[in-house]
């Protein structure tokens, strides 16, 4: 259980790893590497674990090029070092010219601290328990709507849906008759194939989450996060928050848990579909193995990929030389797949007593909405479970990568 | 057995950031204020006998790694 010092010296990938990189992947993921590659949706476990095995500090040569690490120790200490990795030069690798920050995801400290601890507690475990009524209903009525035709596509029938309603009505508080333009904007503005789509849908929930924060700041105050973020905060030099920080804070929070826990929920379902016995534990014993099931689910279907961070200074990272303003991505989805600290990384086992992983990241942007996805997560399951507890995978799903991951179809029947 | 979580000042260091995960592994020994965050950060605490399993647990799941056993 001790945790072990970390290792100073780093192994790089040989000639031989490579050519073999090549032979299975068609390019040196070592050398040139990309995220967007249609080899790292279709082989993304495979290259996950060469990457954490074998390479302490992956280069891209893709636009203005960045370095990721995928190994545990090293993703922390990128993670926890924000003087040194700063997050104010934006998550994405070739970040476009222009475009808005999102706060405060996207800031350091002082700002990041100002915002945070101002909204932390509206996303605390305590608060988000006040919402498990709610969720359950919603998982029923998801559920109802399914379960008399003995099949459904399990995406867009429920894991797309369900996380946008617990979002949306629960913590914004929005009509309820906008939630199907909402929840469709969010999914097709982050995962559609059409790129003219997305940046259209994108831009629909960037303009309804403004108007809906305008209009919020004119009506009385309902004491939740809308009116926090609506009145904003003071900043540490006396100022306040200017309008547009504020509306991004809102555009942050929203697209960060609804497209994301989709993923998780949906690759728990296809896994669960093929490894009965399993499903039967969680089935029967849901006391013991459903927290146990959710963290390792949470593991092993990571839909943050990687994130990424500017170097403020030039600094060595696990033995490599890293310049001011080089781009670094922490690869979440492989540090919880490093053998050096999980046993038998690569196995999924519902039955794990305990589960380190990365899924919400490391230091200060430590994702907020954690407490509220592992809930959604948890309705998920033992409503699905206790009402249909016995189902099998019709057509297998198809994925999309990137520095996020999801799932787009999957066809379960009972 | 005592037990010390690094409360990481100002975010320059490692410390606690709320995940909550060693009070949901051990809920008997280790506690999260309304916000998440590990009521005892920043301190080290004696473990109660018969608790030193639900003390490693805890520790061992921090995402942070940040919950340090001293034997």
Not at chain 1, 35 to 48: G, K, S, Y
Not at chain 1, 69 to 74: C, D, E, H, P, R
Not at chain 1, 298 to 317: I, K, M, Q, S
Request: charged content about 25%; glycine content about 8%.
């Amino acid at each position: 259980m001790a945790f072990k010092a970390q290792e100073t010296e780093y192994t790089q990938p040989t000639q031989a790893d490579v050519d073999e990189s090549i032979r299975k992947y068609g390019r040196d993921i070592y050398n040139d590497f990309d995220l967007d590659a249609p080899v790292f949706n279709d082989q993304h476990f495979e290259i996950l674990d060469d990457l954490v095995e074998k390479c302490p500090v992956v280069h891209s040569t893709v636009g203005k090029g960045y370095y990721l690490v995928s190994q545990n120790t090293l993703v922390r200490e990128v993670g926890q070092n924000w003087r040194t990795f700063s997050a104010a030069g934006g998550y994405m690798p070739n970040r476009p010219d222009g475009l808005p920050f999102l706060y405060p995801e996207e800031s350091d400290p002082p700002v990041h601290t100002s915002w945070r601890q101002e909204l932390n507690p509206f996303m605390g475990p305590k608060v988000i328990k006040g919402y498990e009524e709610q969720i359950r209903e919603d998982a029923n009525i998801l559920i109802d709507a399914i379960i008399d035709k003995g099949k459904c596509e399990f995406v867009s029938e429920f894991a797309a849906v369900l996380p946008g309603w617990a979002f949306f009505k629960n913590v914004l508080g929005v009509p309820v008759e906008d939630l199907d333009k909402l929840v469709d904007g969010v999914e097709s503005g982050t995962f559609s194939p059409d790129l003219d789509e997305r940046g259209r849908k994108m831009g629909f929930v960037f303009q309804y989450l403004g108007d809906y924060l305008k209009k919020r700041s004119e009506e009385p105050p309902r004491g939740d996060m809308v009116d926090m973020i609506a009145e904003g905060v003071t900043y540490e030099d006396g100022s306040k928050s200017p309008w547009e920080h504020r509306v991004s804070v809102l555009v942050d929070m929203t697209f960060g848990g609804i497209a994301t826990t989709t993923y998780v929920m949906a690759s728990a379902i296809n896994w669960l579909a093929e490894n009965p016995e399993q499903r039967k534990l969680l089935v029967d014993d849901p006391e013991t193995y459903m927290p146990r099931a959710i963290e390792e689910f949470a593991r092993v279907f990571a839909p943050v990929v990687a994130l990424g961070r500017t170097c403020t200074r030039d600094v060595e990272l696990g033995g490599r030389q890293l310049k001011e303003g080089d781009f670094v991505m922490m690869v979440y989805a492989g540090a919880s797949r490093d053998p050096r600290v999980v046993d038998e990384a690569k196995t999924i086992d519902i039955t794990r007593e305990t589960v380190l992983h990365s899924a919400f990241g490391v230091g200060i942007h430590r994702c907020i909405g954690s407490n509220l996805a592992r809930l959604e997560l948890r309705a998920t399951f033992e409503e699905l479970l206790r009402r249909i507890p016995e189902f099998h995978v019709v057509e297998p799903p198809t994925h999309v990568s990137g520095f996020l991951r999801s799932m787009r179809t999957l066809k379960i029947a009972w | 057995m005592k037990v010390h979580i690094e409360v990481g000042v100002d975010g320059g260091q490692q410390g606690c950031t709320g995940h909550g995960r060693c009070a949901m592994m051990a809920g008997e020994f280790y506690e999260v204020d309304d916000d998440g965050y590990a009521i005892h950060r920043g301190e080290t605490v004696d473990v109660p006998a018969g608790l030193e399993d639900a003390a490693r647990y805890g520790a061992g799941v921090c995402p942070e790694r940040v919950i340090q056993i001293e034997e």
